[in-house]
Structure formats: structure tokens, C-alpha cells
């Protein structure tokens, strides 16, 4: 299994695991042994960014939890959109609008991806990370977010089937199966198109002008109207409210609760999310652990639908497989295992000692899982201080069969809804 190594820590002669990517684009094959050209390439082009390097010695030692699958998936759906998000743009760029864009180029394809999605359903949402800030950010983002929202749109369209299944009193209703994502999927694609025309804003280190403030809280309604003309009012309603808080302080319309669309609310979410664990110019990026407790338990956990984030937290894995940890007691340990249940808990084994050297075979002790009660805890991750997180509560409640009923009943009458006047 690889290990996931930042890009400043590469060295020569190591060798990629995976392929590299950015922005769709491939930057180097799986398999190429690095060399001096290379590491700085990588540097310059995905800073703070990390890749699956091979490493032999512990693959043969240690059962690492096969998610290869899972990143396949993320990696071909973030690929493609990536390409068809930079034609969307190009046609957007000189124009100010794709109203005549012919809609069904588009739809076949994101009608491909859904397909290729629900046949590959995932375990576990592989996290893809973004290059650094650049002309391609708002292509990245909107790739991320598609994925994120996509797999937990799935993920809750196969739950509310199977509740449905299990309650003798709805089972003959309308099935989850006809419950369709396109709108979903056509929003993710469409929803920052409002920010090109101030992507600028992306590169700027100095903090924003009120006039700026409001350029970028008007581009859900910038978005709405640039969109094809028959892209459908679903997709106009979910682009127009994607920045809504559950709790009514978002914008553009202060909407509440079920005044906002699920799909919506999902969006939210994913691009909450993408957004927090991006780097930018005039910030650093949150590591994928930090985001996920901020939103489940931190101070802006009113903005997101509680049960769609129990369906999020649950599918989020912030530990990827192979990633490399560092531990109260100074040594580092790497990722063997998810904690599906606990995913701030994953399992590891201790691979490097307090020095960073990498221990021998003949010490290398069995896989761990980390528990609340153990005395070995993580501290840091991508070099970010985590070791505050578990001083407080890390447990994620399980989605009841009740709350996947109530969200099938705001999917269905959520159909009907129109948009803000």
C-alpha cells in the first residue's frame, strides 16, 4: 500500500504508487521513480499537496485496507468533470452566460458520471486534494463538490430505498430508486458560475472590500441566470440557494430549514467543505479532519442539515489510507485501516520514531485501533496541530431509518418548490 507523502518531504528515487493530477490534467504516470526535475515540478504545481509513494517494505508487513476502488472512483469522476468544467468556462468566459448552451451535451454527460457512480458505489469518499491557487481553482472546486454531493446523494437514495423497504406502510410508495440526482448533479457543475467573472478575487492576499464581500454573495443569483435555458427549475432553485444556511443566516435569501431544497442543503455541505479544506492565497488550507469537526460539532454546525451531516461525517474518511500521523508521544504512524464508525479513529501502525527515522521491520508492532480510552493519541496530521479535537467528543451519531424517512418526505415535496421571488 502507498504512503501518502507531501510534496516537500519527496526525494528522488522514490517512486509514484498513483498517478498525479491537477485540475484533470495528468502531471506524471503511476510508477515513475522521481527525480530532481520532477520534485521540484511537483512542488511548484501542487504545493502543500500530497502523493501515494511505494513502499514495498511495509506492504509486505502490514493488511492495509484495500481502498483502491474507492479512489478509482473519485479520481475518473473529479477527472471528467474537471475537462467538461473547463469547456462550460471557456463558453462562459467571453459570453457572461451559457443560456444557449445546448443542455443535453452537458446532461449525457453528467448522466454518464451518474451512472458510472451508481454502478461503483463507494464505502468511504476518497479525498482528492486541490493544487494550490491558480487559474484552474474554481475548476477543481466545483469537481470536488460534484463528487462530494454526488456520493452522499447516492448514499442517501440507497438508504431511503432500503428504509422504505423495511416499513411495510410506505413500501408501495412512490420507490427511492425514481428519486433523480440530474438536478443535483447539473447545480454542482453550475453553481460558481457567477465567481468567474470575479475569480480574480481568488488571488488577491488582501482582505476583501465591502463592494467585494457583496459581488461574491450575489453570485448564487449570477449563477441562476447564466444558466441554459433548459437546464430545468430544479437546477435553478438548488444554484440559487446553495450558499442558504439551515439556520437562516446565509444568503441570498436568509432561507430556513425546509425552505431550503435538500438538494440544496446538500450542496451546501459538500461545498462547505471543499471550500474549507482548499488552499487560497490569502489563507492556508484546514486539514480534512479540522473541517469535518468544525462542521459537526463546531461553532457553524447550525448552518448544515443535521441529518445530512450525520450521512456526511459518516462517509468521510479525514485519515486516508496510508496517510502519516504524528502522535502525542512524538512518533508517526501510518493509516491501516478507516474507522467507518469513528472515522477520527482510525487504525494505524507506528512506523517512524520520534526522530522521523523509519523504524526497522524487527520493530514494527501490529496494527492499533486508536479509542477514546488509549493513551496513544493523534496529534497532528499534514502539519496541523489535531491533538485539541480529542480532548472533546469525536463520536458520530448513526442516521436512524426514521431520519432517512423524513429526508425521503423532504425530497419529494421539495420537488414542487419554487424559486425565490
Known amino acids: ?221 449570477v449563477s441562476a441566470r447564466a444558466l441554459p435555458e433548459d437546464a430545468g427549475e430544479l437546477t435553478h432553485l438548488i444554484v440559487e440557494t446553495h450558499h442558504e444556511n439551515f439556520d437562516g443566516t446565509g444568503y441570498p435569501y436568509g432561507l430556513r430549514g425546509e425552505e431550503i431544497h435538500i438538494y440544496a442543503r446538500m450542496l451546501r455541505i459538500a461545498d462547505a467543505f471543499a471550500a474549507a479544506t482548499a488552499k487560497r492565497l490569502y489563507r492556508e488550507a484546514i486539514s480534512p479532519v479540522r473541517a469535518l469537526w468544525e462542521m459537526t460539532w463546531g461553532p457553524y454546525h447550525q448552518f448544515y442539515d443535521p441529518i445530512l451531516l450525520k450521512v456526511f461525517a459518516r462517509l468521510v474518511q479525514p485519515f486516508p489510507i496510508g496517510a502519516k500521523v504524528g502522535l502525542n508521544d512524538g512518533r508517526q504512524a501510518v493509516v491501516v485501516n478507516y474507522g467507518v464508525k469513528t472515522p477520527f479513529l482510525p487504525e494505524v501502525v507506528i512506523a517512524f520514531d520520534e526522530h522521523g527515522a523509519r523504524l526497522p521491520p524487527d520493530r514494527l508492532g501490529k496494527p492499533m485501533r486508536l479509542d477514546e480510552d488509549s493513551d496513544v493519541r493523534i496529534a497532528s496530521f499534514q502539519g496541523e496541530d489535531i491533538g485539541d479535537l480529542y480532548d472533546r467528543d469525536t463520536q458520530i451519531a448513526t442516521p436512524t431509518s426514521g431520519e432517512f424517512t423524513t429526508l425521503f418526505e423532504s425530497v419529494t415535496t421539495g420537488c414542487a418548490m419554487a424559486r425565490p421571488k
Not at 470536488?144 to 423495511?166: C, D, P, Q
Not at 463592494?211 to 443569483?221: F, Y
Open 1 to 221: 500500500m502507498p504512503i501518502l507523502t507531501n510534496v516537500d518531504d519527496l526525494t528522488t528515487r522514490m517512486r509514484l504508487h498513483d498517478d498525479v493530477y491537477a485540475a484533470g490534467d495528468l502531471l506524471l504516470h503511476a510508477g515513475k521513480e522521481l527525480n530532481a526535475a520532477d520534485v521540484d515540478y511537483l512542488r511548484k504545481r501542487c504545493p502543500n499537496a500530497s502523493v501515494s509513494i511505494e513502499d514495498p517494505v511495509l506492504d509486505s508487513l502490514i493488511a492495509f485496507e484495500d481502498d483502491s476502488a474507492d479512489r478509482a472512483v473519485a479520481f475518473r469522476t473529479q477527472k471528467q468533470l474537471c475537462h467538461l468544467l473547463q469547456n462550460v468556462h471557456e463558453t462562459f468566459g467571453p459570453r457572461m452566460t451559457v443560456r444557449s448552451l445546448d443542455c443535453r451535451g452537458v446532461q449525457q454527460a453528467v448522466a454518464g458520471t451518474l451512472d458510472y457512480l451508481n454502478n461503483n458505489p463507494v464505502m468511504a469518499m476518497t479525498l482528492i486534494q486541490q493544487p494550490g491557487p491558480d487559474q484552474h481553482c474554481l475548476v477543481d472546486h466545483s469537481a470536488h463538490v460534484f463528487y462530494l454531493s454526488l456520493v452522499m446523494g447516492n448514499t442517501v437514495r440507497s438508504r431511503i430505498t432500503e428504509a422504505r423497504r423495511k416499513d411495510r406502510n410506505k413500501r408501495f410508495l412512490q420507490p427511492a430508486a425514481d428519486i433523480n440526482l440530474t438536478p443535483l448533479a447539473l447545480a454542482a457543475l453550475f453553481m460558481d458560475l457567477g465567481m468567474w467573472p470575479i475569480r480574480n478575487l481568488f488571488e488577491q492576499k488582501e482582505s476583501l472590500t465591502v463592494e467585494q464581500i457583496q459581488q461574491i454573495r450575489n453570485h448564487p443569483i
